[in-house]
């Protein structure tokens, strides 16, 4: 079990940070400079989607949020419209997920089991049509990156990926 919910976590780094104060009421001497961060997956908002959990992680402390992998460039744009219709990246950073995708299998295997992940199908269908699907996924990857400069509310990118992925996250900013 857990003693601490996200925004309860939020808000005690906020107290460190702002007050120099730790849960206890003990007073740090030295309090650390935070810039926080929460997480968030970016969506398509329906007529149901809230801002409310993004309020109460700012309300908590959230300087900025990273999302899950964003590979459908509409789905996080119309994500960053609602969110700046909201108010809400006028009061946070958003940072959208992306990263190089290693084969159509890797791709299938995020749909799969990757919470809020969507790899859409053209791009599924690009990579396994390529001739070097891990060289086709970072040239992806790198247009998304492109593509997230041109929304409007997008602070950028944080590019991720497996242990054994990281020379490819070198090729991908290289390319850029």
């Known amino acids: 079990m857990f003693d601490l919910e996200s925004t309860d976590l939020l808000k005690v780094a906020r107290d460190l940070r702002d007050k120099g104060e730790l849960p206890s009421a003990r007073k740090v001497d030295s309090p650390p400079?935070?810039?926080?961060?929460?997480?968030?997956?970016?969506?398509?908002?329906?007529?149901k989607w809230s801002p409310v959990?993004?309020?109460k992680k700012i309300e908590a402390g959230a300087d900025f949020i990273q999302t899950q992998f964003g590979y459908d460039l509409d789905v996080v744009r119309a994500y960053a419209e609602r969110?700046?219709?909201?108010?809400?990246?006028d009061k946070l950073g958003v940072i959208i997920g992306v990263g190089p995708i290693r084969?159509?299998?890797?791709a299938r295997?995020?749909?799969?089991?990757?919470?809020?992940?969507?790899?859409?199908?053209?791009?599924?269908?690009?990579?396994?049509?390529a001739a070097d699907q891990a060289a086709e996924g970072r040239r992806v990857c790198a247009e998304l990156?492109?593509?997230?400069?041109?929304?409007?509310?997008?602070a950028g990118a944080h590019v991720?990926?497996?242990?054994q992925g990281t020379d490819a996250i070198a090729a991908v900013l290289d390319s850029l």
């Open 109 to 129: 295997w995020m749909n799969e089991n990757l919470f809020g992940v969507t790899v859409p199908d053209a791009i599924i269908a690009r990579i396994e049509a």
């Open 33 to 47: 400079k935070f810039y926080i961060g929460a997480a968030d997956v970016p969506r398509r908002p329906d007529a």
């Open 103 to 106: 084969s159509a299998k890797s």
């Open 53 to 55: 959990p993004l309020q």
């Open 160 to 163: 991720m990926a497996p242990a």
């Open 145 to 154: 990156i492109e593509g997230l400069k041109q929304i409007p509310g997008i």
């Open 83 to 89: 969110l700046r219709a909201e108010g809400i990246t």
